[in-house]
């Protein structure tokens, strides 16, 4: 069980691996082992008496406790840390390719992948040539605090780089996650629906940026971009947005060029 | 399925605070969620029959007090209570808000023996 996170995933299915790495098994979190309460003979107690303790304690404390210890380690070193999520099907991870082709030379990029299975989307991030590190959460739907601390004091993160954080492919779970990101961006396609940011609300209200993405795409679909627009700040007034098309690149210049900038 | 996360975190946090008190046994605890929690409360209910098994709490009722969110008016200042994110305020239609309650997930209080 996770102690030093409070995520309460089963650790021993969360496994950390580079791209040329054999899966091997690490905990992601200390082995802090559970202390169970055993009966204490010593002392007289009365087993009758019951009596009302109040806690008024925050359940994911040790999760927002750990992403504090994350924002600040990434703001001593001018790490910019971005927090990617969205829905399966988004085209997160060829935003993340083309992303990595253009700012590469320009910057010092990392990455941590979140996917529950497979090893895929970090094998393409590494042929697109940033440094990655592959979170699998195994049953988990959502990165954690405690798994992005591990996952970046493995990188070795550079001093003023950016870092990355690609969240597992879901709108729920990981809103309520804070991982210690400086910006928390949700990308959405166009062969979604409008009514993502009203379906979605936790999501679209706890983000800083909406990326609208394969913009290509507009012609052929039913998608307004205006109502989604309108949607989105009804839920969040202080959204950003950037719409633009991963596969021709139209618009990529304005979403470079605010992750360059680290605003 | 994060609510079996809560639900694992919500067992921790009562056997780390029933071990305080050196107590044996949980016989009752309660839980507030806020509606803009984004915690489903009936899938916490079955995510805490399974979270509750084999520990101190594995006997215990449990109650989910659910908490109504409240919010303020950016743009007036205006305090209204407020069923989800998008719902303008009454009073001057502005969208923008900040939630002041409703967003929490606590646990509340344990009974021991
Ligand atoms: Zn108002």
């Known amino acids: 069980m996770c102690e030093s996170c409070g995520c309460g995933q089963p650790d021993e299915n969360v496994t950390f691996r580079k791209p040329g790495e054999k899966e091997e098994h690490t905990h992601s979190h200390g082995g802090v082992t559970h202390s169970h309460i055993h009966g204490d003979h010593d002392h007289d107690h009365n087993h009758s008496e019951s009596r009302e ?62 996917d529950q299975q497979t090893m895929l989307d970090a094998n393409r991030i590494e042929k697109a040539g940033a440094p990655v590190i592959q979170i699998n959460t195994g049953a988990g739907c959502h990165l954690d605090a405690g798994m992005i601390n591990k996952a970046a004091k493995s990188l070795e993160i550079k001093d003023n780089s950016i870092l990355l954080i690609e969240n597992v492919g879901n709108l729920v779970c990981p809103a309520m996650f804070d991982l210690g990101e400086s910006k928390r961006v949700v990308i959405v396609s166009v062969t979604e629906g409008e009514d993502k940011p009203i379906k979605y609300p936790d999501m679209f209200q706890s983000s800083d940026i909406c990326v609208i993405n394969k913009t290509d795409l507009l012609p052929y679909v039913d998608f307004d971009v205006e109502k989604f627009r309108e949607y989105a700040c009804q839920v969040n007034p202080d959204l950003k947005f950037f719409e633009l098309s991963a596969k021709t690149e139209k618009g990529m210049e304005q979403w470079i060029r605010w992750l360059q900038e680290k605003d | 399925m994060h609510e079996l996360s809560i639900a694992v975190n919500i067992v921790e946090m009562i056997e780390d605070n029933a071990e305080k008190e050196k107590a044996h046994n949980v016989d009752k605890f309660e839980i507030d969620v806020g509606i803009l929690s984004g ?75």
């Open chain 2, 39 to 113: 915690v489903v409360i009936d899938a916490l209910e079955f995510a805490l029959e399974e979270a509750v098994k084999n520990s101190v709490c594995s006997k215990a009722v449990w109650k989910i007090n659910k908490i109504e969110a409240k919010a303020k008016c950016r743009k007036c200042g205006h305090v209204y209570i407020v069923d989800d994110y998008f719902s303008p305020c009454p009073k001057c239609t502005g969208f923008g808000k900040e939630i002041l309650q409703g967003k929490e997930i606590q646990l509340k209080s344990i009974t021991v023996e």
């Open chain 1, 53 to 114: 303790i109040v806690i008024e304690q925050n359940i994911l404390q040790k999760n927002d406790l750990l992403a504090e210890r994350n924002r600040g380690y990434f703001e001593a070193k001018n790490i910019f840390a971005v927090n990617l999520v969205s829905s399966p099907g988004s085209g997160k991870t060829s935003l993340l390719e083309k992303t990595i082709r253009i700012l590469k030379d320009k910057c010092t990029l990392n990455i941590i992948e979140g």
